[in-house]
């Protein structure tokens, strides 16, 4: 039996839309999984009974904002709603309500005494989805129309993303560019060709990762597109700091820029190398000076050579040993030798599933050519027997 509905996952926006083939009603359903940006709702269930008209509606990719409810309808998370917008109104999905809407407030200094929260309407209608739906289906090649206008005016800009407003009167169109652009004779082609209105809305190269997404090299979800809100400068001193390759093509991530997780333990090994001691120069040891070759920062082992030019023969010692010669170099007193002093005890990694080898699930190798062997040898021995 043939299937009459075609499924589509708009992970853009968040849900799932359900076509009929035989030209009936689009069904929309709130999908939380494609949910960029998404929050956990850790105060579920809990109500706040001064803020219980307040909801974080959800609009295509990162873009989100909280809306207060004027309709009288009881709304909850999952419902498409009809809200206000500058010109017209525009069509989101509420995922968010109860007490865990003022902590997002909070966390975007939003004081819901004196901000101007803008109103849900009401429940979005099933000709409200469908007009919304015919917006969405425009955004694509408004988009290669747009890059190609733009190339042909030759404006220095990229154009990242195209988003329709609910109505299908408005659009934004997300841009990076290096420097200043000027967009008069551009909004003027666009408002002639597109026959709507225009909103030029720059961004950068992390916002844009955000908008698209995709997976990091850790092999998760980007981070942009995933939790962060609000980007940190980063710079090589965070790679330095925790003693990594100052390599360009690692560091950097799909955004071109450096990567944000590199900022994220740079506090712990700030703290590590605050136990570790600073040399100005080498150890002194009554068999000659030894050299600091390099440092393992969270472990606290420092290494020496006697020769500096070669990491050949190197000696390890804990970062509070190198404290205490240095102190009896202060004074004038050399230890006898960095020789033979053993090697400071590295805590061992144990996986959680023990020490088994995967190399157990593979059949020895030696056995199958020991049986042919068995079998040539009794093969050889019967043809002496039959001489």
């Given at each position: 039996m043939?299937?009459k509905?075609?499924?589509k996952?708009?992970c853009?926006r968040?849900?799932?839309?359900?076509?009929?083939?035989d030209?009936?009603?689009?069904?929309?359903?709130?999908?939380?999984?494609?949910?960029?940006?998404?929050?956990?709702?850790?105060?579920k269930?809990i109500?706040?009974?001064?803020?219980?008209?307040?909801f974080?509606?959800?609009?295509?990719?990162?873009?989100?904002?909280i809306y207060?409810?004027?309709s009288?309808?009881?709304?909850?998370?999952?419902?498409?709603v009809?809200?206000?917008?500058?010109?017209?109104?525009?069509?989101?999905?509420v995922?968010l309500?109860?007490?865990?809407?003022?902590?997002q407030?909070r966390?975007?200094g939003?004081?819901?005494d004196?901000?101007?929260?803008?109103s849900?309407?009401?429940?979005?209608?099933?000709?409200?989805?469908?007009?919304?739906?015919?917006?969405i289906?425009?955004e694509?090649?408004t988009?290669?129309?747009?890059r190609?206008i733009?190339?042909?005016?030759?404006?220095?800009?990229?154009i990242?993303?195209?988003?329709?407003?609910?109505?299908?009167?408005?659009?934004?169109?997300?841009y990076?560019?290096?420097g200043?652009?000027d967009?008069?004779?551009?909004?003027?082609?666009?408002?002639?060709?597109?026959?709507?209105?225009?909103?030029?809305?720059?961004?950068?190269?992390?916002?844009?990762?955000?908008l698209?997404?995709?997976?990091?090299?850790?092999?998760?979800?980007?981070?942009?597109?995933?939790?962060?809100?609000?980007?940190?400068?980063?710079?090589?001193?965070?790679?330095?700091c925790?003693?990594?390759?100052?390599?360009p093509?690692?560091?950097a991530?799909?955004?071109?820029?450096?990567?944000?997780?590199?900022?994220?333990?740079v506090?712990?090994y700030?703290?590590?190398?605050?136990?570790?001691p600073?040399?100005?120069?080498?150890?002194?040891?009554?068999?000659?000076?030894?050299?600091?070759?390099?440092?393992?920062?969270?472990?606290?082992?420092?290494?020496f050579?006697?020769?500096?030019?070669?990491?050949?023969d190197?000696?390890a010692?804990?970062?509070e040993?190198?404290?205490?010669?240095?102190?009896?170099?202060?004074?004038?007193?050399?230890?006898?030798?960095?020789?033979?002093?053993?090697e400071?005890?590295?805590?061992?990694?144990?996986?959680?599933?023990?020490?088994?080898?995967?190399?157990?699930?593979?059949k020895?190798a030696?056995?199958?050519?020991?049986?042919h062997?068995?079998?040539?040898?009794?093969?050889?021995?019967?043809?002496?027997?039959?001489?």
């Open positions: 043939e299937d509905e075609t499924i996952q708009d853009f968040g849900c799932t839309v359900v076509e009929d083939k030209g009936g009603e689009a069904v929309c359903t709130y999908r939380m999984g494609c949910c960029k940006l998404r929050d956990y709702d850790y105060l269930g109500r706040e009974e001064k803020y219980k008209d307040y974080e509606v959800r609009f295509k990719n990162t873009r989100k904002g207060v409810n004027a009288g309808q009881s709304i909850k998370q999952g419902d498409f009809v809200v206000e917008a500058a010109t017209g109104h525009d069509l989101g999905i995922t309500e109860g007490a865990i809407v003022l902590r407030m966390a975007k939003i004081d819901p004196t901000y101007a929260f803008k849900i309407y009401r429940k979005a209608k099933n000709s409200d989805i469908e007009k919304w739906q015919e917006a289906a425009r694509h090649e988009m290669i129309k747009s190609r733009a190339a042909e005016l030759g404006l220095d800009m990229k990242g993303d195209v988003e329709f407003q609910g109505d299908g009167t408005k659009a934004i169109f997300y990076i560019a290096d200043r652009v967009f008069r004779q551009l909004i003027k082609v666009f408002a002639d060709e597109f026959r709507i209105r225009i909103e030029m809305k720059q961004i950068g190269a992390r916002q844009e990762a955000g698209i997404g995709g997976l990091g090299i850790c092999g998760r979800e980007l981070c942009c597109a995933n939790y962060v809100t609000s980007f940190q400068s980063i710079s090589t001193s965070a790679a330095r925790q003693d990594l390759s100052l390599n093509q690692k560091l991530g799909q955004c071109g820029k450096l990567k944000c997780c590199l900022n994220y333990e506090p712990v700030q703290d590590a190398q605050a136990r570790i600073r040399l100005s120069g080498p150890l002194e040891f009554g068999d000659g000076p030894a050299y600091l070759m390099k440092t393992d920062i969270l472990q606290g082992i420092m290494y050579s006697y020769d500096k030019s070669s990491l050949s190197l000696y010692l804990s970062a040993e190198v404290a205490r010669i240095v102190k009896m170099n202060r004074n004038g007193l050399k230890p006898e030798s960095l020789k033979g002093d053993p400071p005890a590295a805590p061992e990694f144990v996986t959680s599933v023990g020490d088994d080898s995967i190399s157990r699930f593979d020895p030696g056995k199958r050519k020991n049986r062997n068995r079998r040539g040898n009794a093969h050889r021995d019967n043809r002496g027997k039959e001489k």
